[in-house]
């Protein structure tokens, strides 16, 4: 599946791409293994960027068109690190860096192993 590359996204739809297409992450996420331990007394992050990446995923893998946008983790570029921005290029290393550091933090929050 492609993804739309949303005013100079590049950097984070390739490692968009690259995590959506890791296998125990994609079947993690597939099987709503995140989303089915949150409810309502579960510790919550700014961001829960593991059930971004899940929902992408989902869509990914599930849509019948060609191409996606990855809407909501574009509009949250910020709350995954201070310094990002759409409209600007970025280093998909740095990006990778601070959205699995996020991803870590929210499985955390409800209970996963450090």
Not at 49 to 69: D, N, Y
Not at 72 to 98: C, M, P, W, Y
Request: glycine fraction near 6%; aromatic fraction near 6%; proline fraction near 3%.
């Amino acid at each position: 599946k492609g993804l739309n590359n949303l005013n100079n996204t590049c950097f984070c739809n390739a490692v968009l791409q690259c995590l959506t297409h890791t296998a125990p992450l994609a079947n993690f996420c597939l099987d709503r293994g995140h989303s089915r331990r949150l409810d309502s007394t579960a510790a919550t992050v700014a961001y829960d960027a593991l059930l971004a990446v899940e929902r992408h995923v989902i869509e990914a893998f599930g849509s019948s068109q060609s191409s996606i946008s990855p809407i909501d983790i574009v509009t949250n570029l910020t709350k995954i690190g201070s310094h990002f921005a759409a409209g600007i290029q970025q280093d998909a290393h740095e990006f990778l860096r601070s959205l699995t550091a996020n991803m870590h933090l929210a499985d955390l929050s409800v209970g996963g192993s450090p």
